[in-house]
């Protein structure tokens, strides 16, 4: 990962790291408090200072508090944090009159969360399409086809006439250079392969710029393996063969789409963790949604925004916020296997467990090791 002395730096304290903590909507509440508490289990486990959390409002609650759903107060507080971890949001439910970017995004652009880091694992005692699964997706998240964060000012979508819609989609030679380091930084720490995946016999400028980019990049990995796809290929090779890759590096849209297909291939997207980072913040956000059809009803299931914090834990080890936090990551990560191992798992994933009780088993596994 990329390090830096930024802003938030004086964060580095002996009394232990100060972490927001946004429930979001749906299920957020539940899934977001099991995190928290498994995050405070596993470092005391492991004799870290705890997280100092800072709850703060974002989606129906800061509507309902403050008008809005992203208030000016949280994206301030956020200012002043190395990382936060965040419940989904259901933005399509929220009230016309304050319907815009959803929260996510609106962080995503205001902190340069420029990647997003998604891996895809099986787990032994979880029916997988592709048992043998455990590569990661490195998205490019600030540019591409995505209007809602392509541009300075106003979307990249737009409509010049009722009858005609169009997007710019926008690739810099900046974006794809620092998204190369980092996959290359991630693949020499795992199986030493990227695959750059593309669209560049079509996109011949836009997505043939992204392929020339990460292959410059690359260079400066000798003991990198590099090769690529087509992003349709790569969709049938995931399918196929999906247990032989190790780290996949591309654009916005692309990523979004094989990291859900990935997270699929690998259980459920319910086990999709997401880490969304830039030089030096990062946002633990599981990459489901707020599925509000079983909030409240004890049924979700926690694991990817728990490994999402494990992931937010192992970046905060690796910016100097001490080594503690990768052993608790590591903790949490292996605590989750067991239990998975164990036969326990929540209805998505065919057990019977509730959120409640899922989570009481991955704190007995914590306290266990």
């Known amino acids: ?17 100060r972490l927001g903590l946004i429930e979001g909507d749906g299920i957020g509440p539940e899934i977001v408090d099991a995190t928290r508490r498994v995050v405070d ?30 208030p000016d107060f949280t994206l301030d507080q956020l200012e002043e944090l190395p990382g936060w971890v965040m419940g989904p949001h259901d933005s399509a439910s929220y009230p016309a009159q304050v319907r815009g970017k959803a929260p996510g995004a609106i962080i995503r652009k205001r902190f340069d969360l420029f990647a997003n880091i998604r891996p895809a694992r099986a787990f032994r005692g979880v029916r997988a399409v592709t048992p043998g699964m455990d590569l990661v997706i490195v998205r490019e998240n600030s540019e591409g086809l995505y209007g809602d964060r392509n541009m300075y000012a106003g979307a990249g979508e737009f409509m010049p006439t009722p009858d005609v819609a169009m997007s710019v989609g926008v690739v810099t030679r900046t974006a ?3 998204i190369a380091h980092m996959a290359c930084r991630l693949a020499k720490d795992r199986r030493k392969r990227v695959t750059v995946v593309h669209k560049a016999n079509v996109l011949t ?32 090779h995931l399918v196929r063969r999906g247990d032989t890759f190790d780290v996949v590096v591309t654009e916005n849209l692309f990523g ?27 946002m633990a ?4 949604g707020a599925a509000p059809d079983i909030a409240g009803h004890n049924r979700a299931n926690p694991t990817a925004l728990m490994l999402s914090a494990a992931m937010l834990l192992r970046w905060l080890a690796e910016h100097g916020h001490g080594a ?25 994933l065919g057990g019977r467990a509730s959120t409640s009780e899922f989570t009481e088993r991955v704190l007995a596994q914590l306290r266990r090791l």
């Open 285 to 288: 956000q599981a990459a489901h």
């Open 324 to 348: 503690s936090l990768g052993l608790a990551a590591k903790r949490i990560e292996h605590s989750i296997s067991e239990t998975f191992a164990a036969g326990v798992a929540t209805a998505d």
């Open 256 to 282: 979004d789409i094989l990291s859900d297909l990935a997270g699929e291939l690998s259980g459920s997207l319910g086990l999709a963790a997401s880490l969304n980072c830039s030089e030096n913040r990062a």
């Open 41 to 70: 289990e596993a470092l005391s486990v492991v004799s870290a200072d705890p997280v100092r959390w800072v709850p703060l409002p974002l989606g129906h609650k800061a509507i309902a508090e403050h008008g809005v759903p992203v």
């Open 176 to 178: 794809c250079e620092r």
């Open 205 to 236: 400028l836009t997505t043939g710029l992204f392929l020339n980019v990460c292959r410059e990049v690359a260079q400066h990995y000798p003991d990198v393996a590099v090769d690529d796809e087509h992003v349709d290929a790569m969709a049938a």
């Open 1 to 17: 990962m990329i390090s830096n002395d930024g802003p938030v730096s004086a964060q580095r304290t002996s009394g232990g790291v």
